[in-house]
């Protein structure tokens, strides 16, 4: 199955628009590690993001 | 938060039929999108049925943002009744789909994956291509700037899997 066969619709001009958006110098450096790093990758950001909502919150309990 | 590496291997420790897809999936192929689940579609025979449930039991799954207490069990019985599940387990959120749109069922997505050998386990990981058919075929933006992403990564990606 390919993408390739589908008729080109306006979702299509959507997804163009969308496209000039996209930094590619992310996608090149995730390129240029293994499939296991990419995934450890996304645990270390979710590890991240936690860490800092706990942070958050704890700063905003001691200034309430 | 999820440990999409120690799920990925209780699920193919446990003999469980399955392919990755979504955003671990994205991921694999080389995506910088972030995700906070693991999303899995597994073969709907019997067997693979009985391996699913016996493999999560250890790890408690439960609906996802369901009241506590609801008296849930992911038993043989319940995965036979519906293909789709959205859970929470002690290794964090596991998505479990009998097909995707766009894209099919576990045949149809076994047939065209990629086999990738991560965290000491070989497991399948859906096509670029037919995750961007099954992306498209949600009708969401999001999943149309997801689709723009993974367009352009497939246009850069001379070997995704190293």
Same mark, same amino acid.
């Given at each position: ?64 | 938060?999820?440990? +999409? ?12 039929? +399955? ?13 910088? =999108? ?5 999303? &899995? ?11 699913? %449930? ?11 943002? %369901?009241?506590?207490?609801?008296? +849930? ?37 076994? %047939? ?6 991560? +965290? ?11 995750? &961007? ?6 009708? =969401? ?15 850069? %990606? ?5």
């Amino acid at each position: 199955m390919s993408t390739r066969s589908l008729p080109r619709s306006s979702i299509d001009d959507i997804i163009d628009l969308y496209k000039r958006d996209v930094d590619v110098t992310l996608i090149d450096a995730a390129l240029q590690r293994t499939v296991e790093e990419r995934i450890r990758a996304l645990e270390e950001f979710e590890r991240f993001r936690e860490e800092l909502r706990d942070a958050t919150e704890r700063r905003r309990d001691a200034v309430r | 938060m999820t440990r +999409f590496g120690e799920l990925l291997r209780v699920l193919a420790s446990g003999g469980v039929d +399955f392919v990755v897809v979504g955003g671990v999936a994205a991921a694999a192929h080389g995506s910088p =999108r972030s995700t906070q689940d693991l999303d &899995i579609v597994y073969a709907r025979q019997d067997e693979n049925l009985r391996k699913i %449930a016996a493999t999560l039991a250890p790890y408690h799954p439960y609906l996802r943002g %369901a009241p506590p207490k609801l008296p +849930f069990r992911l038993d043989f019985e319940t995965l036979r009744a519906g293909p789709n599940f959205t859970l929470v387990t002690d290794l964090g959120w596991l998505d479990l789909f009998g097909e995707i749109s766009g894209a099919g069922g576990y045949d149809d997505l076994a %047939a065209h994956s990629i086999a990738v050998d991560v +965290f000491g386990i070989r497991c399948k990981v859906v096509a670029l291509d037919d995750l &961007i058919l099954a992306k498209r075929a949600t009708g =969401r933006l999001r999943d149309l700037e997801t689709v723009a992403e993974l367009e352009i990564l497939r246009e850069r %990606a001379r070997r995704p899997f190293q």
